[in-house]
């Protein structure tokens, strides 16, 4: 387009200018993770790989359902977690880690970027997605953060799907308990009414391949929508062999989970929860994020000084121009994301592109 002799140089190019940045910024982007730790190529079979990639592809459809119809971004946040709670190879809802004492104690968060409202459980036994009911803690309550059988019970009165806690139980995560309880010499507990047969002894490679795990497949997700609004969720099982009623960063705002359409980000984290409680690293991000750094300058020195107090892990993040970043100190991260105007990528390993 011919510009305009009247109007000076600058002036044109800040009009004529922006209508292009704005048709390349997306309209609507969403960034998952399935967890991050020691993911080397080497600690996966190959079957293992295609099913974390397709289980993440699953998830970010789920996402980009949402938004392409105009849906907001605390749903499409939901529905994809929903989607991985479900999902066994996943820490969180049905394939979450086992306490020490044999159960499984479920954490999960949301926010809400644009008014700062947030909601929190922690150490679910009956509910089947805790994704919605930290988002029934947010919108049908007065509170932030419920937790044990109180917030089972507000879950149950509020009609979301109360189950038996052995749904949650996979043989996979069950036998990681008991590696990790005879490492740290812990009695191991009887298996969980309802469960099936321990298997025989050598016929666990074909239940599930073994993963060298500990906590493996906290998910999050974080979402920009047309509207511009940014929502942020993360739901975990915890780490393995937790004892004493152990909640980690996850259901604590500002710690594993924060959004703020005002300081541009929503941050949901994966690693070790004491150090990233510690560190504050999701409202950190933000803050540093709302004082000029990227996305991923802020995403990265938050996750080094969770690293230098001693907690490895990751974080994804999503700025009000709908641009993902992933950081993370561990050998790999489940990741993937998906916009308006980029097709799904999705990667596992540190030192990977994103890719369709
Ligand atoms: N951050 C989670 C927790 O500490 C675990 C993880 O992300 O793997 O509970």
């Given at each position: 387009?011919?510009?305009?002799?009247l109007?000076?140089?600058?002036?044109?190019?800040?009009?004529f200018?922006?209508?292009?940045?704005?048709?390349?910024?997306?309209?609507?982007s969403?960034?998952i993770h399935?967890?991050a730790?020691?993911?080397?190529r080497?600690?996966?079979?190959?079957d293992?790989?295609?099913?974390?990639?397709?289980?993440?592809?699953?998830?970010?459809?789920?996402?980009?359902?949402v938004?392409?119809?105009?849906?907001?971004?605390?749903?499409?946040?939901?529905?994809?977690i929903?989607?991985?709670?479900?999902?066994?190879?996943?820490?969180?809802?049905?394939?979450?880690?086992?306490?020490?004492?044999?159960?499984?104690?479920?954490?999960?968060?949301v926010?809400?970027?644009a008014?700062?409202t947030?909601?929190?459980v922690?150490?679910?036994?009956?509910?089947r997605?805790?994704i919605?009911?930290a988002?029934?803690v947010?919108?049908?309550?007065?509170?932030?953060?419920?937790?044990?059988?109180?917030?089972?019970?507000?879950?149950?009165?509020?009609?979301?799907e109360?189950?038996?806690p052995?749904?949650?139980?996979?043989?996979?995560?069950?036998?990681?308990?008991?590696t990790?309880?005879?490492?740290?010499?812990?009695?191991i507990?009887?298996?969980?009414?309802?469960?099936?047969?321990?298997?025989?002894?050598?016929?666990?490679?074909?239940?599930?391949?073994?993963?060298?795990?500990?906590?493996?497949?906290t998910?999050?997700?974080?979402?920009l929508?047309?509207q511009?609004?940014?929502?942020?969720?993360?739901?975990?099982g915890?780490?393995?062999?937790?004892?004493?009623?152990?909640?980690?960063?996850?259901?604590?705002?500002g710690?594993?989970?924060?959004?703020?359409?005002?300081d541009?980000?929503?941050?949901?984290?994966?690693?070790?929860?004491?150090?990233?409680i510690?560190?504050?690293?999701?409202?950190?991000?933000c803050?540093?994020?709302?004082?000029?750094?990227?996305?991923?300058?802020?995403?990265?020195?938050?996750?080094?000084?969770?690293?230098?107090l001693?907690?490895?892990?990751?974080?994804?993040?999503?700025?009000?121009?709908?641009?993902?970043?992933?950081?993370?100190?561990?050998?790999?991260m489940?990741?993937?994301?998906?916009?308006?105007?980029?097709?799904?990528?999705?990667?596992?390993?540190?030192?990977?592109a994103?890719?369709?």
């Amino acid at each position: 387009m011919p510009i305009p002799r009247l109007i000076p140089t600058a002036l044109a190019v800040l009009l004529f200018a922006s209508p292009a940045v704005a048709q390349d910024a997306p309209g609507w982007s969403f960034a998952i993770h399935g967890g991050a730790g020691v993911i080397e190529r080497a600690s996966l079979t190959p079957d293992q790989d295609v099913a974390y990639r397709a289980a993440l592809h699953r998830a970010l459809e789920a996402g980009s359902a949402v938004l392409a119809s105009g849906g907001t971004a605390m749903d499409a946040v939901q529905a994809a977690i929903q989607l991985m709670e479900d999902d066994p190879l996943f820490n969180a809802g049905r394939g979450a880690v086992f306490t020490a004492a044999g159960r499984n104690e479920l954490d999960a968060a949301v926010m809400n970027g644009a008014d700062l409202t947030a909601g929190a459980v922690a150490g679910l036994t009956t509910t089947r997605h805790p994704i919605a009911a930290a988002r029934a803690v947010m919108e049908q309550s007065p509170h932030v953060m419920l937790i044990g059988q109180g917030a089972d019970s507000f879950a149950a009165s509020v009609g979301l799907e109360q189950v038996a806690p052995s749904f949650f139980f996979t043989e996979r995560r069950w036998q990681g308990l008991e590696t990790a309880l005879r490492a740290q010499n812990l009695p191991i507990p009887e298996r969980p009414a309802g469960v099936p047969a321990a298997p025989a002894p050598g016929a666990m490679a074909e239940v599930a391949p073994p993963l060298n795990e500990r906590k493996f497949g906290t998910v999050g997700a974080v979402a920009l929508d047309s509207q511009g609004h940014l929502a942020a969720g993360t739901s975990t099982g915890g780490m393995t062999a937790k004892r004493w009623g152990r909640v980690g960063d996850v259901p604590v705002i500002g710690a594993g989970t924060y959004a703020s359409n005002r300081d541009g980000c929503a941050v949901s984290a994966t690693g070790d929860g004491e150090f990233y409680i510690r560190a504050s690293v999701a409202r950190d991000i933000c803050g540093r994020i709302q004082a000029g750094a990227t996305g991923q300058a802020a995403g990265q020195a938050e996750v080094e000084d969770a690293l230098l107090l001693g907690g490895s892990g990751g974080v994804i993040v999503m700025d009000t121009a709908g641009r993902p970043a992933f950081a993370l100190t561990t050998s790999g991260m489940y990741r993937g994301a998906v916009s308006s105007s980029a097709p799904a990528r999705v990667a596992i390993y540190g030192d990977e592109a994103l890719r369709p």
